[in-house]
Structure formats: structure tokens, C-alpha cells
């Protein structure tokens, strides 16, 4: 039996992941984004080792996601499904940064800086990521034309990288990426195409499975089988850089040196 926490479990592959954890005999600790969602899944909460309340657009309750993880217990698996997709604007969140780097990138950065260390890491990131383009020189949309869709492509790309940098840094930490396909929840829509089930199997697998298989680390996966990322992802000096924009934009370094 593990101890799972699942960012943005209120619905889609979150919850999905959740109850398949929870029907394999799992502690699971839900996170909602509000008190109002929280009540949605007051049934299947109930079942649960916890559920933590936060935005995680905001960097303080951010913040207290984390601490509220830590008081019920060290997690051995973290799985960072949470995600924002096409936004209209760039927004700005309470600390000024754009809200889809926030939510996508900037937030799993935090609670892996701020959470006790489990484990195993996964990360959700996306087939999107290979048309990120590799420059980190306006990350967070100050000078450049909004474009929701280049926004969401590049948050995946820092995500898929920094899972392979942490799995360089971390070698006692199993840390992975994972693309669930474009699968039909609200956020995929209806008529998305994929496997909707093994959109969040896979995820649950590399967060409890003692098959050798899945014991590995810094693999970007896709239904369970290791997939080629974009070329950037394992590029040790894109990861160095990427990781030294987070630092200056939260102000909270996760990784020394090079690793």
C-alpha cells in the first residue's frame, strides 16, 4: 500500500487516477482547487487519506497545499496531474505571472521544492511539448503577443524537462513525464480521440508498481511505453537554464548545481 497525492483531482485523470489508486488498496490525498469543488467529490473524499484545498495559481496558497500535504503525512508518490489549457488571456496571478506557466509549471516546481520528498514524481505533460520551441527568453508572456496554444505547448516542454532534470539531480527519486494522449475530459473535450482509461493508467502504474518496468527514471511515457521527447527535454545545459529561470521567477531554488 502507498501514500498518493494527486494535484487536480476534483475531475478528468485526476479523479480517474484517484479511484483506480483507491480501488487497488491505496492511501490517496485529493486536491481541490476550491471548497466549492471540494463539495463535488464529498463521496469519494470521504474514502480518502485527505483532501487539500489551494489554488494553484496563487504561489501562497500554493504554499499551503504543501503544508497541508506535510501535516497528514510523507506522500511516496506525487502525481502533478493539475493543468490549465487554452486560456484567453495571458492573466496574471496574485505574484504577476502568466496563469498557464503558473498553474503548469510554476506550481509543480513549488510543491516539489515544498513537499517532504516522496519516492516518485510524475508529471503530466503533453504530444503539445515538442512545439514548445526552446527559448526561455519570455517564459512568462511580458513582451510577446499572447498565443494560448504556444503558451500551453511551452508549459508542457518545462515540464517534460524539468521531470528529467529532477530524475538527473534526484537519482533516489524515480521522476518521470508522462503525455495521457488527448484524451475526452473537460479539458480534452468530447470528441478527443484517445483511450480515456489508459490516459491515467499509466500514471497510477509508475506511481506504485514494483514491476521493473516501471522502477525506472527521467522516461517520458505514453500509455505505459517510453516515448522519444523533444530533444530539449534531456539537453543537461537546456535543463540548467530552464531551472535557473524558475529560481528567478519563484524566487525558491529546487535543484544545486548541476547535478
Known amino acids: 500500500m502507498s501514500r498518493i497525492f494527486i494535484t487536480g483531482s476534483t475531475d478528468g485523470l485526476g479523479l480517474a487516477a484517484a479511484r483506480t489508486l483507491m480501488n487497488e488498496g491505496h492511501d490517496v490525498v485529493l486536491h481541490a482547487r476550491s471548497r466549492e469543488r471540494a463539495a463535488a467529490i464529498s463521496e469519494t473524499s470521504a474514502a480518502t487519506l485527505g483532501l487539500v ?19 497528514i503525512g510523507r506522500m511516496d508518490a506525487v502525481i502533478h496531474n493539475a493543468g490549465i489549457y487554452l486560456e484567453r488571456s495571458r492573466g496574471e ?15 509543480p516546481y513549488l510543491l516539489t521544492a515544498w513537499i517532504t520528498r516522496p519516492d516518485r514524481l510524475i508529471y503530466l505533460s503533453s504530444g503539445m511539448h515538442r512545439s514548445g520551441g526552446s527559448s526561455l527568453d519570455d517564459i512568462d508572456w511580458k513582451r510577446r503577443p ?15 524537462t524539468l521531470a528529467a532534470a529532477i530524475a538527473r539531480h534526484w537519482p533516489e527519486v524515480l521522476s518521470n513525464a508522462i503525455d495521457p494522449g488527448w484524451v475526452p475530459t473537460k479539458m ?35 500509455h505505459r511505453q517510453q516515448r522519444e ?26 535543484l544545486n548545481g548541476r547535478g
Do not use: C, F
Open 93 to 107: 496571478t496574485p505574484e504577476g505571472h502568466a496563469k498557464t506557466l503558473a498553474v503548469n509549471v510554476l506550481a
Open 229 to 254: 521527447a523533444a530533444a530539449e527535454v534531456n539537453e543537461v545545459e537546456y535543463q540548467e537554464a530552464l531551472v535557473e529561470r524558475l529560481v528567478e521567477l519563484t524566487g525558491v531554488r529546487l
Open 53 to 71: 484545498i489551494g489554488d494553484l495559481a496563487s504561489a501562497a496558497e500554493t504554499r499551503s497545499i504543501a503544508e497541508q500535504v506535510n501535516a
Open 188 to 222: 480534452g473535450g468530447a470528441g478527443a480521440p484517445d483511450d480515456l482509461e489508459m490516459g491515467h493508467l499509466t500514471q497510477t502504474w509508475l506511481a506504485t508498481s514494483e514491476d521493473e518496468a516501471a522502477k525506472v527514471s527521467g522516461g517520458y511515457w505514453y
Open 146 to 160: 499572447w498565443n494560448a496554444s504556444q503558451a500551453y505547448s511551452e508549459s508542457k516542454l518545462y515540464i517534460a
